[in-house]
T-cell receptor
Framework: GDSVTQMEGPVTLSEEAFLTINCTYTATGYPSLFWYVQYPGEGLQLLLKATKADDKGSNKGFEATYRKETTSFHLEKGSVQVSDSAVYFCALFNGGATNKLIFGTGTLLAVQP | KAGVTQTPRYLIKTRGQQVTLSCSPISGHRSVSWYQQTPGQGLQFLFEYFSETQRNKGNFPGRFSGRQFSNSRSEMNVSTLELGDSALYLC???????????????FGPGTRLTVL
């Protein structure tokens, strides 16, 4: 079945450091890919998405490119801030009359001042 | 517009009891999905309701059930609670007017269930 694999956390960075969180997927067909963020005590918020190969999703300085050849959707940010500390989830949607998302296990990011 | 609300936010139960969690979607949204979040398993899909009908179901035992009302509010029930049911239960709603394709989901803050 479809699945998403994320790098293990926690990831600890200093403020203004470069961030990469790896995400790879296994799916038939052409899934849509997402990054969600969960701040402490809150639900998930959609951070960015890409619906087809070579699409780049971007939001709040975060970017991810849908790479079908490597089945990857890595999250990057050039300069992280303390306020970016959160858990980040990679997810996919693979069609059908449903809104079911398949999530990775999440990666905790801790940014230190 | 109010977001997705979930009640209660925190719940403590003992093994063998049952529990009902509630989710009120964003006004106008017709699809409601439930997910279980645990440190070991991450986020796992429980089920989805659309127009009062269960449209999709994850791989959970029959102790987990749900329903959706005509106003799109949804409840999920867990009977005969086990220690392993301790988790954050997240509800998500989406507009989905036609019921035929993915619509962005908006998540509630979750209900933290602890089973002792």
């Amino acid at each position: 079945g479809d699945s998403v694999t994320q790098m293990e956390g926690p990831v600890t960075l200093s403020e203004e450091a470069f961030l990469t969180i790896n995400c790879t997927y296994t799916a038939t067909g052409y899934p849509s890919l997402f990054w969600y963020v969960q701040y402490p005590g809150e639900g998930l918020q959609l951070l960015l998405k890409a619906t087809k190969a070579d699409d780049k999703g971007s939001n709040k300085g975060f970017e991810a490119t849908y790479r079908k050849e490597t089945t990857s959707f890595h999250l990057e940010k050039g300069s992280v801030q303390v306020s970016d500390s959160a858990v980040y989830f990679c997810a996919l949607f693979n069609g059908g009359a449903t809104n079911k998302l398949i999530f990775g296990t999440g990666t905790l990011l801790a940014v230190q001042p | 517009k109010a977001g997705v609300t979930q009640t209660p936010r925190y719940l403590i139960k003992t093994r063998g009891q049952q529990v009902t969690l509630s989710c009120s979607p964003i006004s106008g949204h017709r699809s409601v999905s439930w997910y279980q979040q645990t440190p070991g398993q991450g986020l796992q899909f429980l089920f989805e309701y659309f127009s009062e009908t269960q449209r999709n179901k994850g791989n959970f035992p029959g102790r987990f059930s749900g329903r959706q009302f005509s106003n799109s509010r949804s409840e999920m029930n867990v009977s005969t609670l086990e220690l392993g049911d301790s988790a954050l239960y997240l509800c998500a709603s989406s507009f989905d007017p036609s019921g035929s394709s993915y619509n962005e989901q908006f998540f509630g803050p979750g209900t933290r269930l602890t089973v002792l």
